[in-house]
């Protein structure tokens, strides 16, 4: 059941205090804080454990109030919220004065996004402003899709959690940068490229060394404590014939030889894969394995978001 009016005024109290909230998206559950207070942010960043140049995303109840924060909303950004706000697109934009470089990360741009949770929603119109609201676990670590995610890993260092239930879509939106000439996805989300430029009439460009920096898109991230690899089908059959202390997560049954400690059988479509994946992983992180081996998937552009995470969750797994 979704929070009550009374304990979204609670929160509203909370975060007007300076003090945290952690709150249910579509995408993941974030840590939220007053993004117009310097303090209450970097209480985020310590909570987090996370670098001061990383960062984070601006959340506001409608596209109403941007102005407060992006100095400039250029044609294609204008078309983007139309078409997916309130969703799960970030896009990156011109900051204005008013925004302190902790949420930056000393950029002159800053990340805004409108959610479509309810409960995001209800929170962030009674708020008034923006909230940042990093996912709410360790930097670097798997993203949690429950409120007990949160709890769990945060305890007590978050003043309230509200309770949404799950993330509907279970992964970290699209990143689209939209300072320079060309728009550009700095990281893929369940809203694809294809719908992207659809909207756009127009290709978007390539992140390269010029790409502001932006949330979730550091070589290692969103990883197990647990090692962790990726592994083509027949290579996990293979690596699956002698691991009593290895677990898999696969799209399909494990093979009749298959010695293993477990073997979680996810989703074939990605929608529902990405949904269940952060939590699978999670599970599995907390089954004392010696590893996690995860069957690779398809390369095909609807699995572009989900093949992103499983990329930097294998490269920060087990650091």
Do not use: C
């Not at 840590?31 to 506001?60: S, T």
């Not at 407060?68 to 078309?79: G, H, I, K, S, T």
């Not at 923006?130 to 670590?141: E, L």
């Not at 305890?155 to 939106?173: F, N, P, R, T, Y």
């Amino acid at each position: 059941m979704n929070p009550d009016a009374a304990e979204i005024a609670r929160a509203v109290e909370i975060l007007r205090a300076g003090r945290l909230v952690a709150f249910p998206t579509e995408t993941v559950y974030g840590l939220g804080a007053d993004a117009a207070n310097p303090d209450a942010v970097r209480r985020i960043f310590a909570v987090k454990g996370r670098p001061a140049d990383h960062p984070v995303i601006v959340h506001l109840a409608s596209a109403d109030s941007i102005g407060e924060w992006a100095r400039e909303m250029p044609p294609a950004a204008r078309m983007l919220a139309q078409a997916f706000w309130p969703g799960p697109l970030t896009m990156i934009l011109p900051r204005t004065a008013r925004v302190d470089d902790v949420v930056t990360g000393g950029q002159d741009s800053v990340g805004i996004r409108v959610p479509s949770h309810p409960v995001a929603r209800a929170l962030l119109r009674a708020f008034g402003g923006g909230v940042v609201a990093p996912s709410a676990n360790r930097f670097g670590r798997i993203s949690p899709t429950t409120a007990e995610h949160v709890r769990t890993e945060l305890g007590d260092q978050v003043d309230l959690v509200l309770d949404g239930g799950a993330s509907d879509v279970g992964i970290e939106s699209a990143i689209v940068d939209l300072t320079g000439a060309q728009p550009t996805l700095l990281r893929p989300g369940m809203i694809g490229a294809a719908r992207i430029e659809a909207v756009l009439g127009r290709r978007l460009g390539r992140s390269g060394a010029a790409s502001p920096r932006a949330s979730g898109t550091l070589d290692a991230h969103y990883a197990p404590v647990t090692p962790m690899a990726l592994l083509a089908s027949d290579a996990l059959d293979y690596a699956a014939l002698a691991a009593p202390t290895t677990a898999v997560l696969a799209r399909r049954p494990a093979p009749a030889d298959a010695r293993v400690a477990i073997w979680a059988i996810a989703a074939t479509d990605p929608v529902r894969y990405a949904h269940d994946l952060y939590a699978s992983l999670r599970s599995l992180d907390a089954g004392g394995h010696v590893r996690i081996l995860v069957e690779q998937p398809p390369d095909e552009p609807e699995w572009a978001a989900v093949q992103d995470r499983l990329n930097r969750a294998a490269h920060g797994a087990g650091k």
